[in-house]
């Protein structure tokens, strides 16, 4: 029985609990029901959350549980040659064991036993490979009896597991029943216990942002410390050459230099902020300090669309429109222009962020004091005046603040970069030649078949930190920035 | 006196009238820079839609030929047998394709090279196609029916008009012979361009003509679902007890700030976490459609919550003291009041939200998402694509008959992204209560 099967069945009792739980509390006043503390509909839900609420944390902490703890029975068949190996090995010789396990459940029974006369060594292995090959079980060689030994204890174990579970969930389920059955009675203060138990499940849902905040850094960490075992961590901080070559298994070779992927990332952003800034901030002071109502509804939304259309179609627009167009411009002026530049990824990334600098300079522009400007009028400053030597400087640290939430954003752009910027890491300060950027790397890290023990890999996780620090800082700082400033005026 | 006149004169004088016209010069240019900021935003929004439009209205027509095709029982079925499917399976359909187009365009069976030409014009696909029609209805095995059959890549590109008649014809993909076939066909109204069912409907396939968006959709339709099933609750569940039982202190305030530093997280990173901790920890297949709806939930959390906050927070407090004037206890004011009064909020933010998460391709390339699936998924945990993924995939193809396709998908993306808008739109101007 499969889990989403056993909490089926668990929501359709939970349902039952509560209009037995409803009858029951009518029953037991006697059909007085103003002799009860609280409405029949509370002791409904006070049954359906004995029923279901234990049963269902049983259900989750098994599936948390159930792989590792399958796992490590199936390792100790391993035997002490592999468990004293190297990670990477045990990694391996698992996967092969899992993929055996998976493929064990599907035998018929005599092919099962050729399986098992394998294990105590009375058949050849390479009969096991036969049968299992013929159930879609691919091995690359003939498994080792260790291994058959792991996946037969591993399969069973999760039959074992698959067994146990439904009759543990309903037992639980119908013990809370019976015990909410009968503490019902009239001064049950069901009321109050059903919206204590609401309040905790209002408040676990609000920690999952920040169980979600502690799983990026505790994964990411976790896979980049496993990294720094192969590479060592100045190499890949202050290494100038990218150039992470196919290796084997759990060997180091190549090199992984970050520079490279930052200067392009930080090229392509700078660009992206020298069209952005500009732009954005002119549409915002025409947009808070001359524009009518009109326009201003007319341009606001306009330029929200940019922030709402899907990255992927700037992508795609920058590959196919954008990049040949500014060769061909570039060859009619007799500029060799690449058709995956900085300049093509910048621009159309700047385009990107302009509502980023927009909006938030426009709010910030906004909540400038109405008493700074006429106080400028007043000395006989034109608008624009009054706007460049008022109006700027004081909204100045709001507006640092918008660009640098806008300059996060650019750095942490993947599919703009993915499809229109290059592919070779490229230390170079001119902007026609391609670069390529951390999050390019982190998708051609990861795409195609993983092996999770080679430094190939784990560098994305590596380039993931560095990503998640740079962009965690700028916002914090900017954000700091910001409402500083808004303290200053209110 | 002189003073007076003096000072004047700097106002009044040549010199300051040259100062003011250039000060007033100088206020023009700047409004100037302004309107013309907004002009390039909504130029290149003009021109990215114009150029997407352009580029894939054609996707939406395919190009196919009308032939009659005799459903020879030698080559289906030589055993006569009805039941041997695997046979039926099998047989080799281009070829009973192959032949009528000979027939129709009197080609020389004996040809090597012309008959060759001749293939060219029909896709790869046309065997699936006929293969699909007998395995539907075996009784046409031995009868000859009229069917429209996919032209190939080329043949459908020329019709377009992408590939130029007048290249020359040793640069030229489709020869002189085949262009003038395809006029006889087209003369005859044989070969035309008809709505393409398949970009709505095929799977993956290495030919664009074949190519479809049907396990896209069918993947973000999964990906949605479980963004709405857990998303939703959860975000509002969240937004409810920050802004009614919340106590201001230290760990409402850690929640708060990182719900707001989440809502800036790089949506890579967002992958890199669904990689290591739904694949890598709890074993959940790659691919999978509930993997990616699992993270595109982890991403638009924070903006559910951060609208539902707001129009939560919009319900006036005139009506909480009523309800609790009346002996209401907190729950059910939030159940009874707040949330059905903020409710047209709330669904608003869910389909800002999921507009957000239908567009988010990052993530999806981390999870294993990037896959060559011809099969219908049937549950979330079967390998699918997502919308934009098999746009990402197409984009990264060479044949030309791709950027057309990807293009045409694109804007079905953007159809479903401005339906949904405006829905929001629509629900926020009819439900939006002042108070």
Redesign the interface.
Known sequence: MSSLTILAILIGLGILAYFIGRMRSIQVCGGEQRTLHSRPTYHGYYLVILTVLPAITLLAAWGVAERPVTRYIAMQELGPQVLQGSDAEKALSMSVVESIADGLPKLTPEEYEVVRKARYGFVTPSDARDVLGRHSVVLGSDPERNVLAAADELASARATSRLILPIACFAVAALGFAWGYLRIRTGLRARNITETVMRSGLFLASTVAVLTTVGIVLSVLFETIHFFQFVSPFDFLFGTVWDPRFATVGQAEGQFGLLPLLWGTLFISAVALLVAVPVGLFAAIYMSEYAGSKVRAFAKPVLEILAGIPTIVYGFFALSVFGPLLRDIGFNIGLEISASSVLTAGIVMGVMIIPFVSSLSDDIINAVPQSLREGSYGLGATQSETIKKVILPAALPGIVGAVLLAASRAIGETMIVVLAAGIAANLTLNPLEPVTTITVKIVSQLTGDLEFNSPQTLVAFALGLTLFIITLALNVYALYIVRKYREQYE | MSDQTASLASFTGEDAQKKLRK??R??RR??A??????L???A??VF?FG??FS?GWSAFLQTSIKLPVTFSQDIINPSGNPDAEDEIFRANYVKLAREALYKELGVDADNRKERRAANDLLSRGVDVQLRDMVLRDPSIIGTTEDVWLLASDNADALLKGSIDRETPSDRRAVSDQQISWIDQLVDKGEMKKRFNTGLFLNGASSSPETAGLGVALIGSFFMMLTVVLLAV???V??????E???PKGKISD??EV?????A???????G??G???FI????LPRSASLVGGLVLT?MT??TI?ITTRAAIRSVPPSIREAALGVGA???QLIGHHVLPLSLPGIMTGTIIGL?QA?????PL??I?M?AFVVEYPTTPLDPATGL?VQ??MW??SAERGF?ER??GA?MV??AF?IVM?SLAVYLRNKFERKW
């Open positions: 000060r007033h100088a206020e700047f409004r820079y302004g309107v013309a900021a907004i390039f935003a909504l290149f929004l990215l150029s997407i580029q609750p959860l975000g569940c969240a937004a409810l007890y920050l009614e039982y919340a850690t929640i990182n719900i707001n530093n989440l800036a997280v790089p949506s890579i990173v967002f890199l976490l990689l290591a901790v890598n920890f709890f074993g982890l959390l924070p919550i206890s907190k729950m507009v239908l567009g988010e391709t990052a390339l981390m294993g990037v934009p746009i990402y984009a990264s950027v990807t293009a694109t993306l953007l992204l808008n």
